[in-house]
């Protein structure tokens, strides 16, 4: 049986002249939360929006779930990204709708569900990241922290196989920060989802982290648990961890 | 002299590559415009393609035009009016001169439904609309609201462009016919300031001068009108750059691009209807 949930072989990307992919590889197993770290600008958002179908990759082979997604037609693809959850640097909270209607939107066009379902499905996606009063309120109205959850719970809504977390953490405060690290974990054994997470966050990653990558110049620099890469002797990757 | 020549050569060579310069610019401006006329083409066909596709958005498009013809009425009313009082007292005048003062409700009614009132709306339309579409779908680009769509397995395009363009096309007709009344309306106003004419009179007179032919291609142009502000509006807006600034200049060129459409439109509407009418 095959355990691995994401595949990436020989991922390359660029725009234009500025090649932000190399010949890219990336395994994540079931059930597995992998960090990855990099600087600014070094391809991760690229790295997740890639895999999701957001962007199109120059060349590679992509392997989500079982199915290579560069070869789906659209209708495939959105059936496979039912399956996914998206957690956006910026959270990505649709502005015109309340938290009730943000969480209810991914559940649009799926006939099997009631609406009394559909409500218990959103209090309790709310209730997982500790925000159930916040039900009726607009995006605008919340704190960055509030939407960064409320963005994590929209994810949850749909009880994806594997969720991909863009800084999760970034913009926070370090106890918020915390606790939104602690949330990823819990998340993980509730949902036995595999999770990528990308991160700048060294506290972010010691808690959530089962396996670590670090890249650079579009490709992994290396690979292991967060003891073996902070106590790596190489000064670039040592400067990560201060 | 040698350094005379000299500089005289180096201003020739100046000029010769600001010649260039300006040769690539106007090269540059001749690719873009037909790079967005294919691109707004491609929007097009991608645009009928899923309208006609299950399953369809109806509560949206309703949610859409309500919000889109709330939105507009009011200055859609108060324009008619005043426009159709304006050109009331301005016309009087003229036709004094003639004697044709009973003219009047027919001559404007004529002018305000065939050209004035769908015209004026639907710019006024452009304006508030079209701007309000490029502004929401662009700034909604810009925070990645629309790809948080796209990764939640929803197809944006449909949800959001479709509906809107629908939204728009359906709204301006009505609007346009509500133009129309008011104007007539102001236009009772306006003859009332001078003569004492009861509204039944008016409407009577009013109607005698207007034909089939007037009512018809003047709502039926309605449609394109609202359309092409829809279809510009979310092109615009789908297509914006990343950015805050980018949200603005869809916003802009929403409406430039909108209001001249809505021109060009009209140029082959009259076109075709004297042609079918001799
Ligand atoms: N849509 C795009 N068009 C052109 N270039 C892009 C696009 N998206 C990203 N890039 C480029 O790709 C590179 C990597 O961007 P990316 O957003 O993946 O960085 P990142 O590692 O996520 O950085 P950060 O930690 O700041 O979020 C950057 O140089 C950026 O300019
Ligand atoms: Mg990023």
């Not at chain 1, 500025?18 to 939360?33: F, G, H, P, R, T």
Request: aromatic fraction near 10%; glycine fraction near 8%; charge should be neutral.
């Amino acid at each position: 049986m095959e355990t691995s949930i994401v595949k990436i072989e020989h991922l390359n990307k660029s725009f234009g002249n500025n090649i932000v992919l190399a010949d890219m590889n990336l395994v994540v197993n079931k059930s597995e939360n992998l960090v990855v770290l990099g600087k600014s600008g070094s391809g991760k958002s690229v790295l997740i929006k890639c895999l999701i179908g957001l962007l199109k990759p120059d060349d590679g082979n992509i392997i989500l779930l079982g199915k290579d997604i560069t070869k789906l037609n659209d209708d495939e693809l959105n059936l496979l990204r039912k399956k996914v959850g998206f957690l956006f640097q910026s959270a990505a909270l649709y502005d015109s709708m309340t938290v009730r209607e943000n969480l209810e939107f991914p559940l649009r066009g799926e006939k099997a569900i009631c609406k009394e379902e559909i409500d218990a499905l959103v209090i309790e996606a709310l209730r997982n990241v500790g925000l159930e009063n916040a039900i009726n309120k607009m995006p605008s109205e919340l704190s960055g922290g509030m939407r960064k959850r409320v963005g994590l719970a929209r994810t949850l809504i749909l009880k994806p196989e594997i969720i991909l977390y863009d800084e999760p953490t970034t913009g926070l405060d370090p106890i918020t920060a915390k606790e939104i690290s602690h949330l990823i974990l819990d998340i993980q054994k509730k949902y036995n989802a595999a999770a990528i997470i990308i991160t700048h966050d060294v506290e972010c990653a010691r808690i959530t982290a089962n396996r670590m990558i670090i890249i650079k110049e579009g490709k992994t620099l290396i690979e292991g648990t967060f003891k073996e890469l902070s106590e790596d002797t190489d000064e670039w990757i040592h400067s990560f961890f201060q | 002299m040698l350094e005379y020549y000299n500089t005289k050569q180096m201003e020739k060579s100046a000029i010769l590559e600001q010649n260039d310069a300006t040769e690539n610019g106007f090269i540059k401006t001749l690719t873009d415009f037909f790079e967005g006329v294919s691109l707004l083409t491609k929007f097009t066909i991608r645009f009928f393609r899923q309208a006609f596709k299950p399953p369809f958005e109806f509560k949206e498009i309703i949610k859409q035009s309500y919000i889109i013809g709330y939105q507009s009425f009011p200055l859609v009313a108060i324009t008619g009016f005043i426009m159709g009082l304006v050109i009331t007292i301005q016309s009087r005048p003229t036709l004094v001169q003639f004697g044709a003062e009973s003219w009047l409700p027919g001559m404007v009614a004529v002018s305000m439904i065939r050209e004035i009132a769908p015209v004026i709306t639907a710019l006024i339309f452009a304006g508030k609309v079209g701007s309000g579409i490029g502004a929401e779908l662009a700034s909604m680009k810009v925070t990645e609201q629309i790809d948080a769509m796209e990764v939640s397995g929803i197809n944006p395009f449909k949800y959001l462009v479709v509906t809107r363009i629908l939204a728009a096309t359906i709204t301006l007709p009505m609007l346009s016919i509500i133009a129309d009344a008011i104007s007539l309306y102001g236009s009772y106003i306006g003859v009332n300031l001078k003569n004492d004419v009861s509204l039944r009179l008016f409407f009577l007179q009013a109607f005698q001068s207007l034909s089939f032919s007037d009512l018809f291609p003047s709502l039926f142009k309605t449609f394109f009108f609202g359309f092409s502000v829809g279809l510009i509006g979310c092109y615009k807006g789908y297509n914006c750059k990343k950015g805050t600034e980018g949200v603005g200049i869809a916003a802009n060129s929403s409406v430039v691009f909108g209001s001249l459409a809505i021109f060009i439109i009209d140029m082959i509407a009259v076109q075709i209807t004297s042609l079918l009418n001799c």
